[in-house]
């Protein structure tokens, strides 16, 4: 495997249920992110781990929990989700934030396309 | 805090006209600036980037970017529009999340059609 990538590519829940997103990143980054893009709105970013400590939590809902239990590895944990949190959700990865004053591009994975029934 | 704004959310070329995708950003700082490119079930690939230095950028598949920081402009073109440049694009603009860690602010997307 190479680049980013995400399983599941697609899912489907109900509301009650709990399923994990996972995002794995072979590229030696030290940064991983998780965006939600719905339609017709701008890409937002959600969680951000910098050498995997949480550096930013975007005002989230708790129904959304971040995991990170090292550099190559991001999860997404989700639980009681609602029907406006069906969306494509994106994992990213780049080198350590904390330096380059941010210059350092992101590599993005193909998404995990939710539906919550 | 920077922000991105794109104007038109969609734009509609011939195959083999010129391409011209329109960013402007606000920003406290000299800013870094990126262009990515979404293809149907895809995840965001890196067009180009500006960081210092020149200001006309070359990237990937023929596109080019010019920082014009009178206009506080970013804008994409591209000579000659190809079929395969059917996808969505994003402008972005790194912003800071606390003293030393940043984090991309993207524009909503320009969504480009071409037509044969």
């Known amino acids: 495997e190479t680049g980013v990538t995400q399983t599941p590519r697609h899912l489907v829940m109900g509301m009650t249920n709990k399923k994990s997103l996972k995002c794995e990143q072979h590229?030696?980054?030290?940064?991983m992110y998780w965006y939600k893009q719905s339609a017709k709105k701008p890409l937002e970013l959600m969680f951000v781990?910098?050498?995997?400590?949480?550096?930013e939590n975007n005002s989230v809902p708790s129904r959304f929990s971040p995991e990170c239990p090292n550099s190559s590895h991001l999860f997404l944990h989700l639980h009681t989700l609602q029907p406006e949190d069906s969306a494509l959700y994106l994992c990213?990865?780049?080198?350590?934030?904390?330096?380059?004053?941010?210059?350092?591009?992101?590599?993005f994975g193909p998404g995990t396309r939710l539906t919550v029934l | 805090a920077q922000s991105v704004t794109q104007l038109g959310s969609h734009v509609s070329v011939s195959e083999g006209a010129l391409v011209l995708l329109r960013c402007n950003y606000s920003?406290?700082?000299?800013?870094?600036l990126f262009w990515y490119v979404q293809y149907p079930n895809q995840g965001l690939q890196l067009l180009l980037k500006y960081t210092t230095g020149a200001t006309l950028v070359k990237g990937i598949n023929g596109f080019e970017a010019e920082f014009k920081k009178s206009e506080t402009s970013f804008h994409l073109t591209k000579p000659s529009a190809h079929m395969s440049d059917a996808a969505e694009y994003f402008c972005a603009v790194s912003e800071a999340l606390r003293s030393n860690d940043y984090k991309l602010s993207f524009g909503a997307g320009t969504t480009v059609t071409v037509r044969a």
């Open positions: 590229l030696g980054h030290n940064a």
């Open positions: 920003s406290s700082v000299p800013p870094y």
């Open positions: 781990y910098s050498l995997e400590e949480r550096v």
């Open positions: 990213a990865s780049s080198q350590e934030i904390s330096r380059g004053r941010g210059a350092f591009e992101q590599f």
